[in-house]
Protein backbone atom coordinates (compact mmCIF):
# COMPACT_ATOMS: atom_id res chain seq x y z
CA UNK A 1 0.00 0.00 0.00
CA UNK A 2 0.97 3.78 -0.64
CA UNK A 3 -0.59 4.58 2.21
CA UNK A 4 -1.34 4.29 5.57
CA UNK A 5 -4.89 3.40 6.26
CA UNK A 6 -5.12 5.70 9.03
CA UNK A 7 -3.98 8.67 6.44
CA UNK A 8 -6.28 7.02 3.62
CA UNK A 9 -9.26 7.45 6.19
CA UNK A 10 -7.87 11.03 6.67
CA UNK A 11 -8.21 11.94 3.10
CA UNK A 12 -11.64 10.23 2.83
CA UNK A 13 -12.98 12.89 5.36
CA UNK A 14 -11.23 15.75 3.58
CA UNK A 15 -12.82 14.56 0.59
CA UNK A 16 -16.55 14.35 2.51
CA UNK A 17 -15.46 18.01 3.91
CA UNK A 18 -14.41 19.05 0.62
CA UNK A 19 -18.07 17.93 -0.89
CA UNK A 20 -20.22 19.61 1.84
CA UNK A 21 -18.19 23.10 0.97
CA UNK A 22 -18.98 22.17 -2.61
CA UNK A 23 -22.80 21.85 -2.68
CA UNK A 24 -22.79 24.88 -0.38
CA UNK A 25 -21.03 26.51 -2.53
CA UNK A 26 -23.02 25.52 -6.02
CA UNK A 27 -26.69 25.72 -3.82
CA UNK A 28 -26.98 22.45 -5.77
CA UNK A 29 -26.52 19.29 -6.24
CA UNK A 30 -26.70 15.69 -4.48
CA UNK A 31 -25.33 15.27 -0.76
CA UNK A 32 -26.03 11.37 0.01
CA UNK A 33 -24.42 9.25 -2.81
CA UNK A 34 -20.98 11.16 -2.65
CA UNK A 35 -20.48 10.71 0.54
CA UNK A 36 -21.18 7.44 1.21
CA UNK A 37 -18.66 6.80 -2.12
CA UNK A 38 -16.37 8.58 -0.57
CA UNK A 39 -14.42 6.20 0.80
CA UNK A 40 -14.12 4.00 -2.92
CA UNK A 41 -13.11 7.24 -4.37
CA UNK A 42 -10.25 7.47 -2.17
CA UNK A 43 -9.22 3.71 -2.34
CA UNK A 44 -8.99 4.24 -6.13
CA UNK A 45 -7.53 7.56 -5.94
CA UNK A 46 -5.06 7.05 -3.76
CA UNK A 47 -4.23 2.95 -4.27
CA UNK A 48 -6.10 1.34 -6.80
CA UNK A 49 -5.97 3.03 -9.72
CA UNK A 50 -2.58 2.63 -12.00
CA UNK A 51 -2.79 6.78 -12.78
CA UNK A 52 -0.56 9.91 -13.48
CA UNK A 53 -2.47 12.81 -11.81
CA UNK A 54 -0.28 15.20 -13.66
CA UNK A 55 -0.57 13.45 -17.02
CA UNK A 56 -4.30 12.48 -17.04
CA UNK A 57 -4.26 10.90 -20.57
CA UNK A 58 -1.09 9.02 -20.14
CA UNK A 59 -1.44 6.07 -22.76
CA UNK A 60 -1.07 3.33 -20.04
CA UNK A 61 -3.74 4.17 -17.37
CA UNK A 62 -6.55 2.38 -15.27
CA UNK A 63 -9.70 3.56 -16.77
CA UNK A 64 -12.22 4.27 -13.95
CA UNK A 65 -15.77 5.37 -15.28
CA UNK A 66 -18.38 7.35 -12.98
CA UNK A 67 -22.27 5.54 -14.77
CA UNK A 68 -24.17 7.38 -12.04
CA UNK A 69 -23.03 10.74 -12.87
CA UNK A 70 -24.82 12.86 -10.36
CA UNK A 71 -22.07 11.39 -7.83
CA UNK A 72 -19.36 13.41 -9.66
CA UNK A 73 -18.54 15.94 -6.62
CA UNK A 74 -16.83 12.80 -5.11
CA UNK A 75 -15.17 12.31 -7.97
CA UNK A 76 -13.87 16.18 -8.29
CA UNK A 77 -12.89 16.00 -4.50
CA UNK A 78 -11.03 13.56 -5.06
CA UNK A 79 -9.23 14.24 -7.87
CA UNK A 80 -8.60 17.49 -6.76
CA UNK A 81 -6.83 15.93 -3.61
CA UNK A 82 -5.33 13.84 -5.58
CA UNK A 83 -3.00 16.88 -7.81
CA UNK A 84 -5.63 16.63 -10.99
CA UNK A 85 -6.65 20.23 -10.62
CA UNK A 86 -5.87 22.87 -7.49
CA UNK A 87 -8.72 22.14 -4.65
CA UNK A 88 -9.75 26.16 -5.40
CA UNK A 89 -10.91 25.00 -8.63
CA UNK A 90 -13.72 23.44 -6.46
CA UNK A 91 -15.63 26.07 -5.55
CA UNK A 92 -16.37 26.61 -9.00
CA UNK A 93 -19.12 23.37 -9.12
CA UNK A 94 -21.95 23.82 -10.99
CA UNK A 95 -21.28 27.68 -12.16
CA UNK A 96 -20.79 29.12 -15.38
CA UNK A 97 -17.36 28.67 -17.64
CA UNK A 98 -16.27 26.17 -14.81
CA UNK A 99 -14.84 22.65 -15.87
CA UNK A 100 -16.71 21.43 -13.08
CA UNK A 101 -19.96 20.47 -14.76
CA UNK A 102 -23.39 19.97 -12.53
CA UNK A 103 -22.79 16.16 -14.16
CA UNK A 104 -19.12 15.07 -15.79
CA UNK A 105 -18.03 16.36 -19.33
CA UNK A 106 -15.72 14.57 -20.35
CA UNK A 107 -14.54 17.05 -22.55
CA UNK A 108 -14.36 19.78 -19.86
CA UNK A 109 -11.73 18.16 -17.82
CA UNK A 110 -8.93 16.17 -18.19
CA UNK A 111 -9.51 13.09 -16.29
CA UNK A 112 -12.75 12.39 -16.74
CA UNK A 113 -13.20 9.31 -19.11
CA UNK A 114 -16.79 9.81 -19.84
CA UNK A 115 -20.02 12.06 -20.33
CA UNK A 116 -22.44 10.42 -17.98
CA UNK A 117 -25.56 11.89 -15.98
CA UNK A 118 -28.38 9.72 -17.66
CA UNK A 119 -28.38 6.47 -16.13
CA UNK A 120 -27.64 3.31 -17.20
CA UNK A 121 -24.56 3.70 -19.96
CA UNK A 122 -21.59 3.10 -17.92
CA UNK A 123 -21.18 -0.12 -17.72
CA UNK A 124 -21.60 -0.80 -21.89
CA UNK A 125 -18.95 2.15 -22.28
CA UNK A 126 -16.41 -0.03 -19.82
CA UNK A 127 -17.54 -3.44 -21.85
CA UNK A 128 -16.33 -1.54 -25.34
CA UNK A 129 -13.39 -0.30 -23.58
CA UNK A 130 -12.37 -3.85 -22.01
CA UNK A 131 -13.29 -5.48 -25.35
CA UNK A 132 -10.56 -3.35 -27.10
CA UNK A 133 -8.01 -4.25 -24.49
CA UNK A 134 -8.65 -7.92 -24.28
CA UNK A 135 -8.78 -7.96 -27.94
CA UNK A 136 -4.96 -6.64 -28.26
CA UNK A 137 -3.96 -8.95 -25.12
CA UNK A 138 -3.49 -5.79 -23.77
CA UNK A 139 -2.68 -7.28 -19.93
CA UNK A 140 -1.40 -3.86 -18.25
CA UNK A 141 -4.52 -1.48 -18.51
CA UNK A 142 -7.90 -2.31 -16.42
CA UNK A 143 -10.95 -0.85 -16.35
CA UNK A 144 -13.70 0.20 -13.28
CA UNK A 145 -16.90 1.30 -13.48
CA UNK A 146 -18.69 2.99 -10.43
CA UNK A 147 -22.77 2.76 -10.59
CA UNK A 148 -25.52 3.18 -8.12
CA UNK A 149 -27.64 0.57 -7.09
CA UNK A 150 -30.80 2.87 -8.27
CA UNK A 151 -29.51 2.66 -11.45
CA UNK A 152 -29.85 -1.27 -12.09
CA UNK A 153 -33.35 -0.36 -12.75
CA UNK A 154 -32.04 0.84 -16.43
CA UNK A 155 -32.61 -1.80 -19.34
CA UNK A 156 -29.67 -0.60 -20.97
CA UNK A 157 -27.57 -2.46 -17.53
CA UNK A 158 -28.81 -5.57 -18.39
CA UNK A 159 -28.00 -5.48 -22.07
CA UNK A 160 -24.53 -4.52 -20.71
CA UNK A 161 -24.19 -7.34 -18.40
CA UNK A 162 -24.84 -10.30 -20.58
CA UNK A 163 -22.27 -8.56 -23.10
CA UNK A 164 -19.40 -8.44 -20.49
CA UNK A 165 -20.11 -12.30 -19.03
CA UNK A 166 -20.75 -13.31 -22.71
CA UNK A 167 -17.50 -11.84 -23.19
CA UNK A 168 -15.81 -13.25 -20.19
CA UNK A 169 -14.46 -9.43 -19.79
CA UNK A 170 -12.10 -10.22 -16.45
CA UNK A 171 -10.38 -7.12 -16.87
CA UNK A 172 -13.82 -5.10 -15.91
CA UNK A 173 -14.64 -4.42 -12.76
CA UNK A 174 -17.77 -2.92 -11.71
CA UNK A 175 -18.94 -1.62 -8.32
CA UNK A 176 -22.19 -1.01 -7.50
CA UNK A 177 -23.16 1.34 -4.68
CA UNK A 178 -25.43 -0.31 -2.59
CA UNK A 179 -26.92 2.45 -0.69
CA UNK A 180 -30.29 1.29 -0.98
CA UNK A 181 -31.78 4.65 -1.68
CA UNK A 182 -33.25 6.38 -4.83
CA UNK A 183 -34.71 9.41 -5.54
CA UNK A 184 -38.65 7.98 -4.58
CA UNK A 185 -37.38 6.33 -1.79
CA UNK A 186 -36.12 3.24 -1.01
CA UNK A 187 -34.41 0.73 -3.66
CA UNK A 188 -36.40 -2.14 -2.42
CA UNK A 189 -39.77 -0.56 -2.33
CA UNK A 190 -39.28 1.41 -6.00
CA UNK A 191 -38.05 -1.31 -7.63
CA UNK A 192 -36.88 -4.29 -6.01
CA UNK A 193 -33.35 -5.33 -6.78
CA UNK A 194 -32.76 -8.37 -4.43
CA UNK A 195 -31.66 -10.91 -4.98
CA UNK A 196 -28.74 -9.28 -6.32
CA UNK A 197 -25.92 -11.33 -5.76
CA UNK A 198 -27.61 -14.19 -7.46
CA UNK A 199 -28.61 -11.60 -10.28
CA UNK A 200 -24.78 -10.78 -11.55
CA UNK A 201 -23.84 -14.93 -10.68
CA UNK A 202 -26.41 -15.21 -13.44
CA UNK A 203 -25.25 -13.03 -15.93
CA UNK A 204 -21.51 -14.21 -15.30
CA UNK A 205 -19.96 -12.23 -12.92
CA UNK A 206 -17.83 -13.39 -9.64
CA UNK A 207 -19.72 -11.57 -7.09
CA UNK A 208 -18.05 -9.67 -4.07
CA UNK A 209 -19.98 -8.34 -1.15
CA UNK A 210 -18.25 -6.04 0.96
CA UNK A 211 -18.35 -2.63 3.23
CA UNK A 212 -17.87 -0.02 0.72
CA UNK A 213 -17.29 2.19 3.64
CA UNK A 214 -14.04 0.30 4.86
CA UNK A 215 -11.66 1.29 2.86
CA UNK A 216 -9.37 -1.34 3.10
CA UNK A 217 -11.85 -3.60 2.44
CA UNK A 218 -12.25 -1.99 -1.63
CA UNK A 219 -8.54 -2.35 -2.09
CA UNK A 220 -8.41 -5.47 -1.37
CA UNK A 221 -11.73 -6.72 -3.20
CA UNK A 222 -10.32 -4.72 -5.99
CA UNK A 223 -7.23 -7.08 -5.46
CA UNK A 224 -9.31 -10.00 -5.92
CA UNK A 225 -11.09 -8.96 -8.96
CA UNK A 226 -7.66 -8.57 -10.47
CA UNK A 227 -6.52 -12.22 -9.77
CA UNK A 228 -9.98 -13.95 -11.28
CA UNK A 229 -8.92 -14.72 -14.77
CA UNK A 230 -11.46 -16.34 -15.87
CA UNK A 231 -15.04 -13.94 -15.38
CA UNK A 232 -15.85 -10.30 -15.06
CA UNK A 233 -16.06 -9.10 -11.17
CA UNK A 234 -19.26 -7.93 -9.55
CA UNK A 235 -18.50 -5.81 -6.32
CA UNK A 236 -21.13 -4.85 -4.28
CA UNK A 237 -20.10 -2.34 -1.94
CA UNK A 238 -22.70 -2.03 0.60
CA UNK A 239 -22.49 2.16 1.75
CA UNK A 240 -24.00 4.74 3.98
CA UNK A 241 -25.61 7.24 2.17
CA UNK A 242 -24.48 10.56 3.40
CA UNK A 243 -21.93 8.79 5.38
CA UNK A 244 -19.80 11.01 7.84
CA UNK A 245 -22.98 13.39 8.69
CA UNK A 246 -25.23 12.05 10.82
CA UNK A 247 -28.13 13.62 9.84
CA UNK A 248 -27.93 13.17 6.26
CA UNK A 249 -27.03 9.39 6.97
CA UNK A 250 -29.51 6.48 5.17
CA UNK A 251 -32.14 9.80 4.37
CA UNK A 252 -33.32 9.24 0.71
CA UNK A 253 -34.36 12.98 1.44
CA UNK A 254 -30.83 13.63 0.87
CA UNK A 255 -30.75 11.79 -2.25
CA UNK A 256 -31.07 15.31 -4.64
CA UNK A 257 -30.37 18.15 -2.56
CA UNK A 258 -27.74 20.37 -1.05
CA UNK A 259 -26.70 21.03 2.83
CA UNK A 260 -27.83 25.07 3.36
CA UNK A 261 -25.20 27.23 4.97
CA UNK A 262 -26.09 26.50 8.72
CA UNK A 263 -26.44 22.47 7.82
CA UNK A 264 -22.98 22.58 5.88
CA UNK A 265 -21.58 24.15 9.23
CA UNK A 266 -23.23 21.71 11.29
CA UNK A 267 -21.69 19.03 8.89
CA UNK A 268 -18.31 20.43 8.45
CA UNK A 269 -17.92 20.73 11.99
CA UNK A 270 -18.94 16.99 12.65
CA UNK A 271 -16.70 15.98 10.21
CA UNK A 272 -13.66 18.02 11.29
CA UNK A 273 -14.23 16.42 14.77
CA UNK A 274 -14.36 13.09 13.51
CA UNK A 275 -18.19 12.56 14.73
CA UNK A 276 -17.14 14.31 18.19
CA UNK A 277 -14.32 12.08 18.56
CA UNK A 278 -11.81 14.84 18.69
CA UNK A 279 -12.74 18.56 20.03
CA UNK A 280 -10.73 20.98 18.25
CA UNK A 281 -11.97 21.27 14.65
CA UNK A 282 -7.87 20.74 13.29
CA UNK A 283 -5.85 17.92 13.69
CA UNK B 1 -31.21 22.46 -69.89
CA UNK B 2 -27.49 23.33 -69.85
CA UNK B 3 -25.50 20.73 -68.64
CA UNK B 4 -23.15 21.30 -65.72
CA UNK B 5 -19.82 18.85 -67.34
CA UNK B 6 -18.18 18.43 -63.63
CA UNK B 7 -20.98 16.93 -62.09
CA UNK B 8 -23.43 15.67 -64.45
CA UNK B 9 -20.63 13.74 -66.28
CA UNK B 10 -20.48 11.55 -63.32
CA UNK B 11 -24.06 10.51 -64.38
CA UNK B 12 -24.80 7.16 -65.84
CA UNK B 13 -26.28 7.30 -69.39
CA UNK B 14 -29.27 5.69 -69.42
CA UNK B 15 -31.65 7.31 -66.22
CA UNK B 16 -34.60 5.78 -68.19
CA UNK B 17 -32.92 2.38 -68.02
CA UNK B 18 -31.19 1.91 -64.67
CA UNK B 19 -28.85 -0.91 -63.32
CA UNK B 20 -30.35 -1.03 -59.57
CA UNK B 21 -28.79 -2.02 -56.32
CA UNK B 22 -29.51 -1.38 -53.12
CA UNK B 23 -27.82 1.07 -50.59
CA UNK B 24 -27.04 -1.27 -48.08
CA UNK B 25 -25.60 -3.25 -50.31
CA UNK B 26 -22.73 -0.23 -51.89
CA UNK B 27 -22.33 -0.01 -47.63
CA UNK B 28 -21.13 -3.68 -47.08
CA UNK B 29 -18.60 -3.16 -50.26
CA UNK B 30 -17.22 -0.04 -48.63
CA UNK B 31 -16.89 -1.53 -45.16
CA UNK B 32 -15.34 -4.39 -46.25
CA UNK B 33 -12.41 -1.77 -48.21
CA UNK B 34 -12.56 0.47 -44.79
CA UNK B 35 -11.55 -2.71 -42.73
CA UNK B 36 -9.04 -3.59 -45.35
CA UNK B 37 -7.55 -0.64 -45.52
CA UNK B 38 -7.44 0.45 -41.71
CA UNK B 39 -6.51 -1.91 -39.11
CA UNK B 40 -8.74 0.31 -36.64
CA UNK B 41 -12.09 0.02 -37.68
CA UNK B 42 -14.95 -2.14 -35.67
CA UNK B 43 -17.93 -2.99 -36.96
CA UNK B 44 -21.13 -4.17 -34.47
CA UNK B 45 -24.49 -5.54 -34.89
CA UNK B 46 -27.38 -5.86 -33.56
CA UNK B 47 -28.25 -9.27 -34.74
CA UNK B 48 -28.90 -8.06 -38.14
CA UNK B 49 -25.44 -8.67 -39.49
CA UNK B 50 -26.52 -9.83 -43.19
CA UNK B 51 -29.60 -7.50 -43.32
CA UNK B 52 -27.40 -4.66 -42.98
CA UNK B 53 -24.71 -6.04 -45.09
CA UNK B 54 -22.34 -6.53 -42.27
CA UNK B 55 -21.02 -10.18 -43.32
CA UNK B 56 -18.87 -8.86 -45.64
CA UNK B 57 -16.46 -7.41 -43.08
CA UNK B 58 -17.33 -10.09 -40.38
CA UNK B 59 -15.95 -12.61 -42.49
CA UNK B 60 -12.95 -11.19 -43.18
CA UNK B 61 -12.19 -9.49 -40.22
CA UNK B 62 -13.86 -11.35 -37.23
CA UNK B 63 -11.69 -10.10 -34.76
CA UNK B 64 -13.05 -6.70 -35.38
CA UNK B 65 -16.46 -7.77 -35.22
CA UNK B 66 -18.43 -7.43 -32.08
CA UNK B 67 -21.84 -8.87 -32.18
CA UNK B 68 -24.36 -7.20 -29.68
CA UNK B 69 -27.50 -9.15 -30.13
CA UNK B 70 -30.45 -7.82 -30.05
CA UNK B 71 -29.90 -4.69 -27.79
CA UNK B 72 -29.68 -1.64 -29.56
CA UNK B 73 -29.22 0.66 -26.18
CA UNK B 74 -26.05 -1.60 -25.47
CA UNK B 75 -24.68 -1.24 -29.84
CA UNK B 76 -23.89 2.59 -29.32
CA UNK B 77 -22.82 2.70 -25.84
CA UNK B 78 -20.16 -0.30 -26.70
CA UNK B 79 -19.18 1.52 -29.78
CA UNK B 80 -18.72 4.59 -27.65
CA UNK B 81 -16.61 2.45 -25.46
CA UNK B 82 -14.84 1.26 -27.83
CA UNK B 83 -14.43 4.69 -30.07
CA UNK B 84 -12.83 5.66 -26.52
CA UNK B 85 -10.37 3.25 -27.27
CA UNK B 86 -8.62 4.87 -29.96
CA UNK B 87 -10.90 2.64 -32.53
CA UNK B 88 -13.96 3.45 -35.13
CA UNK B 89 -16.76 1.57 -34.96
CA UNK B 90 -19.49 1.04 -37.05
CA UNK B 91 -23.06 0.17 -35.54
CA UNK B 92 -25.51 -0.76 -37.68
CA UNK B 93 -29.24 -1.71 -37.42
CA UNK B 94 -32.44 -1.26 -39.07
CA UNK B 95 -33.15 2.66 -38.16
CA UNK B 96 -36.12 2.34 -36.43
CA UNK B 97 -34.58 0.81 -33.56
CA UNK B 98 -30.97 2.25 -33.96
CA UNK B 99 -31.45 5.78 -33.78
CA UNK B 100 -34.71 4.87 -33.10
CA UNK B 101 -34.68 3.46 -29.38
CA UNK B 102 -31.06 4.35 -28.86
CA UNK B 103 -31.12 8.35 -29.13
CA UNK B 104 -30.54 9.39 -25.52
CA UNK B 105 -27.10 6.98 -25.56
CA UNK B 106 -26.25 8.67 -28.53
CA UNK B 107 -27.21 11.95 -27.50
CA UNK B 108 -25.12 11.59 -24.31
CA UNK B 109 -22.65 9.08 -24.80
CA UNK B 110 -21.44 9.99 -28.76
CA UNK B 111 -22.43 13.59 -29.57
CA UNK B 112 -21.69 15.17 -26.09
CA UNK B 113 -19.01 12.86 -25.27
CA UNK B 114 -17.17 13.37 -28.51
CA UNK B 115 -16.39 10.05 -30.07
CA UNK B 116 -16.07 9.23 -33.41
CA UNK B 117 -19.33 6.54 -33.57
CA UNK B 118 -20.48 5.92 -36.90
CA UNK B 119 -24.03 5.11 -36.96
CA UNK B 120 -25.23 2.91 -40.26
CA UNK B 121 -29.56 2.97 -39.86
CA UNK B 122 -30.89 0.50 -42.52
CA UNK B 123 -34.05 0.49 -44.15
CA UNK B 124 -35.21 3.90 -43.94
CA UNK B 125 -38.01 5.10 -45.52
CA UNK B 126 -41.30 4.36 -46.98
CA UNK B 127 -40.24 1.86 -49.44
CA UNK B 128 -39.05 -0.65 -46.53
CA UNK B 129 -42.21 -2.06 -48.32
CA UNK B 130 -44.48 -5.02 -46.58
CA UNK B 131 -43.24 -4.96 -43.37
CA UNK B 132 -45.40 -1.92 -42.30
CA UNK B 133 -45.34 1.27 -40.48
CA UNK B 134 -43.01 -0.03 -37.44
CA UNK B 135 -39.84 -0.75 -39.91
CA UNK B 136 -40.25 2.02 -41.75
CA UNK B 137 -38.61 4.77 -39.82
CA UNK B 138 -39.35 8.42 -41.22
CA UNK B 139 -37.95 10.32 -37.89
CA UNK B 140 -33.90 9.54 -38.02
CA UNK B 141 -33.10 12.69 -40.35
CA UNK B 142 -34.98 14.69 -37.69
CA UNK B 143 -33.89 12.60 -34.60
CA UNK B 144 -30.35 12.94 -35.96
CA UNK B 145 -29.98 16.46 -37.38
CA UNK B 146 -31.25 18.62 -33.70
CA UNK B 147 -28.03 16.33 -32.37
CA UNK B 148 -24.94 19.11 -31.67
CA UNK B 149 -21.62 17.13 -33.09
CA UNK B 150 -23.40 14.73 -35.31
CA UNK B 151 -22.92 14.59 -39.32
CA UNK B 152 -26.29 13.01 -41.41
CA UNK B 153 -25.36 11.54 -44.64
CA UNK B 154 -28.22 10.00 -46.73
CA UNK B 155 -26.63 9.02 -50.21
CA UNK B 156 -28.18 9.22 -53.24
CA UNK B 157 -27.57 5.60 -54.48
CA UNK B 158 -25.45 2.62 -53.84
CA UNK B 159 -22.14 4.05 -55.46
CA UNK B 160 -22.48 6.86 -53.14
CA UNK B 161 -23.00 5.26 -50.09
CA UNK B 162 -20.02 3.23 -50.90
CA UNK B 163 -18.12 5.95 -50.97
CA UNK B 164 -19.59 7.60 -48.27
CA UNK B 165 -18.31 5.04 -46.07
CA UNK B 166 -15.61 5.40 -46.70
CA UNK B 167 -15.31 9.29 -45.96
CA UNK B 168 -16.78 8.59 -42.78
CA UNK B 169 -13.96 6.52 -41.63
CA UNK B 170 -11.89 9.32 -41.89
CA UNK B 171 -14.03 11.92 -40.45
CA UNK B 172 -13.23 12.45 -36.62
CA UNK B 173 -16.69 13.30 -35.93
CA UNK B 174 -20.13 11.38 -34.91
CA UNK B 175 -21.82 10.00 -37.95
CA UNK B 176 -25.27 8.61 -38.94
CA UNK B 177 -26.22 7.12 -42.45
CA UNK B 178 -29.11 6.42 -44.05
CA UNK B 179 -29.11 3.37 -45.44
CA UNK B 180 -32.68 1.89 -47.83
CA UNK B 181 -33.74 -1.94 -47.93
CA UNK B 182 -34.78 -1.92 -51.35
CA UNK B 183 -32.37 -1.98 -54.98
CA UNK B 184 -32.71 1.23 -56.13
CA UNK B 185 -31.77 2.90 -59.60
CA UNK B 186 -27.81 3.45 -59.25
CA UNK B 187 -27.39 7.08 -60.96
CA UNK B 188 -23.54 7.54 -60.38
CA UNK B 189 -20.59 6.11 -62.20
CA UNK B 190 -18.08 4.83 -60.30
CA UNK B 191 -15.92 8.31 -60.51
CA UNK B 192 -18.52 10.59 -58.86
CA UNK B 193 -16.55 12.57 -56.04
CA UNK B 194 -18.48 12.56 -52.42
CA UNK B 195 -17.43 14.80 -49.86
CA UNK B 196 -18.79 15.05 -46.81
CA UNK B 197 -20.30 18.40 -46.19
CA UNK B 198 -20.81 18.55 -49.89
CA UNK B 199 -23.50 19.05 -52.07
CA UNK B 200 -23.59 18.47 -56.16
CA UNK B 201 -25.93 20.73 -58.53
CA UNK B 202 -26.13 17.78 -61.20
CA UNK B 203 -28.26 19.45 -63.40
CA UNK B 204 -28.03 23.24 -64.24
CA UNK B 205 -31.70 25.32 -64.84
CA UNK B 206 -33.14 28.21 -64.31
CA UNK B 207 -36.54 28.03 -63.64
CA UNK B 208 -36.77 25.76 -60.35
CA UNK B 209 -34.81 24.01 -58.01
CA UNK B 210 -35.07 20.63 -57.23
CA UNK B 211 -33.27 20.23 -53.87
CA UNK B 212 -33.49 16.36 -52.89
CA UNK B 213 -31.35 13.57 -50.39
CA UNK B 214 -30.83 9.93 -50.44
CA UNK B 215 -32.62 8.15 -53.26
CA UNK B 216 -35.63 11.00 -54.03
CA UNK B 217 -32.55 12.74 -56.30
CA UNK B 218 -32.84 9.83 -58.93
CA UNK B 219 -36.38 11.13 -58.95
CA UNK B 220 -35.81 14.79 -59.33
CA UNK B 221 -33.75 13.88 -62.29
CA UNK B 222 -36.44 12.07 -64.03
CA UNK B 223 -38.38 14.58 -63.64
CA UNK B 224 -36.25 17.38 -64.83
CA UNK B 225 -35.43 14.83 -67.90
CA UNK B 226 -39.13 15.19 -68.61
CA UNK B 227 -40.22 18.69 -67.36
CA UNK B 228 -37.66 20.49 -69.64
CA UNK B 229 -39.57 18.58 -72.95
CA UNK B 230 -42.57 20.54 -71.27
CA UNK B 231 -40.48 23.77 -71.37
CA UNK B 232 -39.83 23.95 -67.56
CA UNK B 233 -36.05 24.46 -67.39
CA UNK B 234 -35.23 22.64 -63.84
CA UNK B 235 -32.19 22.55 -61.36
CA UNK B 236 -31.23 19.22 -59.54
CA UNK B 237 -29.24 20.03 -56.39
CA UNK B 238 -28.15 16.13 -54.67
CA UNK B 239 -27.80 16.70 -51.59
CA UNK B 240 -26.10 13.59 -49.50
CA UNK B 241 -25.28 15.24 -46.25
CA UNK B 242 -28.16 16.72 -44.81
CA UNK B 243 -25.61 18.06 -41.94
CA UNK B 244 -23.75 20.20 -42.44
CA UNK B 245 -25.70 21.95 -44.80
CA UNK B 246 -23.85 23.09 -48.20
CA UNK B 247 -25.33 26.53 -47.46
CA UNK B 248 -23.04 27.82 -50.95
CA UNK B 249 -24.58 25.55 -52.97
CA UNK B 250 -27.73 25.39 -52.34
CA UNK B 251 -28.35 29.06 -51.79
CA UNK B 252 -26.45 29.50 -55.13
CA UNK B 253 -28.98 27.82 -56.63
CA UNK B 254 -31.90 29.25 -54.62
CA UNK B 255 -30.61 32.57 -55.45
CA UNK B 256 -30.49 31.69 -59.38
CA UNK B 257 -34.24 30.26 -59.67
CA UNK B 258 -35.91 32.34 -56.61
CA UNK B 259 -37.77 28.87 -56.34
CA UNK B 260 -37.61 25.70 -55.13
CA UNK B 261 -39.14 21.87 -54.25
CA UNK B 262 -37.38 19.61 -51.89
CA UNK B 263 -38.08 16.18 -51.67
CA UNK B 264 -37.65 13.35 -48.78
CA UNK B 265 -38.47 9.71 -47.85
CA UNK B 266 -39.14 10.74 -44.77
CA UNK B 267 -41.17 12.85 -42.12
CA UNK B 268 -41.44 16.62 -43.44
CA UNK B 269 -41.30 17.79 -39.60
CA UNK B 270 -37.81 18.50 -38.67
CA UNK B 271 -36.38 16.63 -41.54
CA UNK B 272 -34.45 17.87 -44.64
CA UNK B 273 -36.94 20.11 -46.26
CA UNK B 274 -37.07 21.63 -43.46
CA UNK B 275 -33.59 22.31 -42.88
CA UNK B 276 -33.43 24.19 -46.82
CA UNK B 277 -36.53 26.28 -45.67
CA UNK B 278 -34.69 27.28 -42.59
CA UNK B 279 -31.55 28.45 -44.17
CA UNK B 280 -33.67 29.90 -46.72
CA UNK B 281 -35.77 31.83 -44.88
CA UNK B 282 -32.79 33.18 -42.93
CA UNK B 283 -30.71 34.58 -45.98
CA UNK B 284 -32.69 34.24 -49.06
CA UNK B 285 -36.80 33.79 -48.12
CA UNK B 286 -37.94 32.16 -52.03
CA UNK B 287 -40.93 30.43 -52.62
CA UNK B 288 -40.27 26.58 -51.47
CA UNK B 289 -42.59 23.44 -51.73
CA UNK B 290 -41.58 20.48 -49.26
CA UNK B 291 -42.72 16.76 -50.67
CA UNK B 292 -42.77 13.92 -48.11
CA UNK B 293 -44.09 12.13 -45.08
CA UNK B 294 -46.73 14.45 -43.68
CA UNK B 295 -47.03 14.00 -40.54
CA UNK B 296 -48.50 10.58 -40.43
CA UNK B 297 -46.96 6.77 -40.44
CA UNK B 298 -46.46 4.48 -43.38
CA UNK B 299 -47.80 0.90 -44.06
CA UNK B 300 -47.64 -2.18 -45.49
CA UNK B 301 -47.72 -2.65 -49.43
CA UNK B 302 -45.22 -3.16 -52.40
CA UNK B 303 -42.70 -0.39 -52.24
CA UNK B 304 -43.28 1.34 -55.65
CA UNK B 305 -47.23 1.08 -54.45
CA UNK B 306 -46.02 3.15 -51.64
CA UNK B 307 -43.81 5.66 -53.02
CA UNK B 308 -46.84 6.44 -55.41
CA UNK B 309 -49.10 6.12 -52.54
CA UNK B 310 -47.17 9.24 -50.60
CA UNK B 311 -46.31 10.60 -53.79
CA UNK B 312 -42.29 9.81 -54.12
CA UNK B 313 -42.36 9.76 -57.70
CA UNK B 314 -41.05 11.56 -60.55
CA UNK B 315 -44.81 11.16 -61.85
CA UNK B 316 -45.79 13.66 -58.74
CA UNK B 317 -42.45 16.13 -59.05
CA UNK B 318 -43.84 16.88 -62.21
CA UNK B 319 -47.07 17.34 -61.41
CA UNK B 320 -46.15 19.28 -58.46
CA UNK B 321 -43.48 21.57 -59.65
CA UNK B 322 -45.95 22.77 -62.63
CA UNK B 323 -48.26 23.81 -60.22
CA UNK B 324 -46.42 25.21 -57.38
CA UNK B 325 -44.97 27.16 -60.40
CA UNK B 326 -48.95 28.36 -61.23
CA UNK B 327 -49.01 29.38 -57.81
CA UNK B 328 -46.32 31.21 -56.85
CA UNK B 329 -46.24 32.85 -60.35
CA UNK B 330 -50.32 33.87 -59.51
CA UNK B 331 -48.74 34.94 -55.78
Known amino acids: ?283 | MSINKKNSDYLTSDLNNPKRESLRSGFGQGLLKVGQINPNVFALCADLTESTQMHLFKESFPERFVEIGIAEQNLVTVASGIAAMGKIPFVSSYAAFSPGRNWEQIRTTICLNDRPVKIVGSHSGISVGPDGATHQMLEDIALMRVLPNMVVIAPGDSVEALKATLMMSLDSRPNYIRLAREATPVIFEEEMPFKIGQAYTLLEGQDISLITTGTMTYHALRAAQELFKKGIDAEVVHVPTIKPLDEETILKSLKKTKIAITVEEGQMNAGFGSSICELASEKYPVPILRLGIKDRFGESGQPDQLLERFGLTYTNIIKQTISFINLTKKA
Open chain 1, 1 to 283: MKHTLKQLETIANTIREDIISMLLAAGSGHSAGPLGLADIFTAFYFEILNHKPKDPNWEDRDILLLSNGHCIPVRYAAMANAGYFERSELKTLRKLDSRLQGHPERLRLDGLENTSGPLGSGLSQAAGMALVLKRSNNLKRRIYVICGDGELDEGNVWEAAMFVGKNKLSNLTLIIDRNNIQIDGFTEDVMPLEDLKAKWEAFGFKVLEINGNDIEAVIDACLMAKAIEEKPTAIIAHTIPGRGVDFMESDFNWHGKPPNKEQAQKALHELRTLGGKIRSEHQ
